[in-house]
């Protein structure tokens, strides 16, 4: 079973605002009342008003002069006798071309794809593209990069999971008529990651990959080492994705300068904490 905030997100980017389950979930919200409740009142049918009909107006005579020329004999042996010149294909089919209405037809655009793992070292939570869109194991290039960078900041090594642990992945359906398009995906990873940042400290987050910069953060994927303040998830950290970090040895001095310009938020928080259990 699927977390509540997760629930409401899947269900936000379905468009689907009103929904009763058919058994009781784990996990879920109590249902509203006024859900449950029905109108049984009957409604009177609206009278019927018969309306009078005019009388239908006689019609006019044809003019004389048009049935004395369809009925004449010499127009109709004009007629046969001018000869019939052939449209050629060609101008048939320009003529046909042009009396067609233009109608504009927009390419269709597939839905994003991508697979981003949410997780938690200390009070950062790290938004994260995964390279094969599978989770992180632990042998994984990029899951020791990942933990080389924590070291560096100063935060624990070993991530936690966040929820259930699921990825979060796009397209949601394979089939169907539900937008899928790039903004149905904003919402739906803004959705996700804000439930989950109601119910945790976070001093700040990361933004690690191209799909987590766009469908997060929005902004372009080029927006890397640097801070910016979204709107629900308060401030981040944009960073490239693990694979660029690996195949560009000279992202990762950049990187080291960004860090260290924003290491006091989460640094100052973790001294705080630990004074405090000392205390």
Known sequence: MITESRRR????????????????????????????????????????????????????PAPKGANSATASPAADAVRAALPRIAMPESR???????????VEQKPAVPPPRFALQLLRAGNVVLLVELPTGESFQSRDP?????????????????????????????????????DQGAEAARDYVQGVVAAEL?????????????????FAGEVDPDACYRELTVEGLGVALTMPGLEQLMEQPGSKAQLWKAMR???????????????SVHD
């Open 9 to 60: 997100a899947f269900l936000d980017a379905m468009q689907i605002t009103t929904w009763l389950p058919r058994t009781e979930l784990p996990f879920a919200a109590p249902s509203r009342p006024e859900l449950l409740s029905f109108d049984d009142t009957d409604v009177e049918p609206a009278p019927v008003i018969e309306l009078e009909q005019p009388e239908a107006a006689p019609a006019a």
């Open 198 to 214: 109601e119910e945790m400290d976070c001093a700040c987050l990361w933004l690690i990959g191209a799909p987590a910069l766009r």
């Open 142 to 178: 990029a899951y020791i990069l990942l933990k080389d960078l924590l070291r560096a900041a100063k935060l624990p090594d070993k991530p936690q999971q966040v929820g259930d642990g699921e990825p979060i992945r796009w397209p949601l359906l394979h089939r169907g008529s539900i």
């Open 261 to 275: 310009r924003s290491m006091p938020r989460w640094v100052v928080g973790l001294t705080e904490s630990a004074s």
């Open 92 to 102: 048939k089919k320009a003529v046909s071309d042009e009396q067609a209405p233009a």
